[in-house]
């Protein structure tokens, strides 16, 4: 049986479990609320250090911004990362028992060709 990339990293997730998944899914969702952190803190940081140019602002205090968003950032992150659960639990669950299906078919012997006559 040849298998697609694809398909045998889904197979490979599958046999990881459900918890596994979901470890998966919840660090994938805290880095991405990271990055939007990071970058909603770089721009008004890049904005304090022009200002800070041609006015007394310490550039020390023009960091806060982008500390501001990396703690944001990575509080929503956690605070939030559960809150897709049901629905990346029905998508594990969708894929993983098409897969239990195939192998029940070709442990059963079933095949696609019809019966000969």
């Known amino acids: 049986m040849v298998l697609t990339k694809t398909e045998a990293e889904a197979r490979r997730t599958c046999e990881a479990g459900l918890a596994n998944y979901l470890s998966n899914r919840h660090s994938v969702h ?26 007394p602002v ?3 205090q023009s960091l806060i911004p982008l500390v501001g968003g990396i703690v944001a950032g990575m509080g929503y992150g956690v605070v939030t990362a559960e809150s897709n659960d049901g629905i990346n639990s ?28």
């Open 30 to 55: 805290i880095n991405r609320s990271l990055a939007y952190g990071v970058i909603g803190g770089i721009i008004p940081t890049s904005a304090l250090f022009l200002v800070s140019a041609f006015y």
């Open 58 to 60: 310490s550039r020390w």
């Open 90 to 117: 029905s998508d594990f669950e969708t894929v993983c028992s098409a897969f239990e299906e195939q192998a029940q078919e070709e442990s059963d012997g079933a095949t696609d060709q019809p019966d000969a006559e």
